[in-house]
């Protein structure tokens, strides 16, 4: 069960590798919501206000979560 | 300042009791402080489905193995002590893990010698200390 369409988290992937370079430097380590269908995104420092962004402009869709300069958008150590 | 329950529990686990706001009813939890856990919430499907999440995507995690793998990611409101946060929840696992990301506003003390673990939210511990040293000046 991952949530969304194979090919959406790799529409997503993609758009966010094209903004990487530009993100690392102006948000390091904030999150990004990728909506796969617009490519639109939105970034805060907190994973959950960037979700009530993106879902504040598109109610019911399904969208993407990193973390910027990170290769997940979280983690579980131990 | 209102209470935080929260403890050690039989197996050494730190646990907090929050509250989850489904869309379809709230409930209480004692919920696991995993500072392994870099996101806000996890719960289990089951809980999920008892309660009723907004289903908001997926989100890259890496697991404590090491692999990496795309979770369903929901939004629900949590409770903790007075205050209510939207929390980033993923879907996974047997128990409700509370995460780094929800614990943000807090300062938490763990004794395991005497099974007491304090969670005070920093915002009011920075105002009694302002006070404190505020009226400290005022008594010269």
Not at chain 2, 23 to 30: A, D, F, I, Q, S
Not at chain 2, 40 to 54: H, M, N, Y
Not at chain 2, 82 to 92: C, E, F, G, K, P
Not at chain 2, 101 to 117: A, K
């Amino acid at each position: 069960m991952i949530g969304m369409r194979p090919e959406q988290i790799v529409i997503a992937e993609e758009q966010f590798e094209r903004l990487r370079p530009t993100l690392i430097t102006k948000y390091p380590d904030q999150y990004i919501v990728i909506d796969p269908i617009s490519k639109e995104y939105w970034i805060d420092p907190v994973s959950s206000v960037a979700l009530k962004k993106a879902t504040n402009m598109f109610p019911g869709r399904n969208f993407y979560l990193k973390k910027i300069g990170a290769d997940t958008a979280f983690s579980f150590t131990g | 300042m209102p209470e935080i329950i929260s403890g050690i529990d039989s197996q050494n686990n730190v646990r907090a009791e929050i509250e989850i706001e489904g869309l379809y009813k709230t409930t209480p939890y004692g919920g696991i402080i995993d500072t392994g856990f870099s996101g806000g919430l996890v719960i289990p499907l089951i809980t999920a489905v008892d309660i009723g999440l907004e289903k908001v995507g997926a989100s890259s995690v890496t697991l404590a193995d090491g692999s990496v793998q795309v979770i369903p990611t929901f939004l629900s409101k949590v409770k903790i002590g007075n205050d209510t946060y939207d929390a980033t929840t993923l879907i996974m696992g047997h128990e409700v893990l509370i995460g780094m990301e929800l614990l943000h506003d807090y300062r938490m003390c763990i004794s395991p010698i005497s099974g007491e673990v304090v969670i005070e939210k920093w915002e009011s511990i920075q105002r009694l200390s302002d006070l404190s040293e505020s009226l400290r000046r005022l008594g010269g």
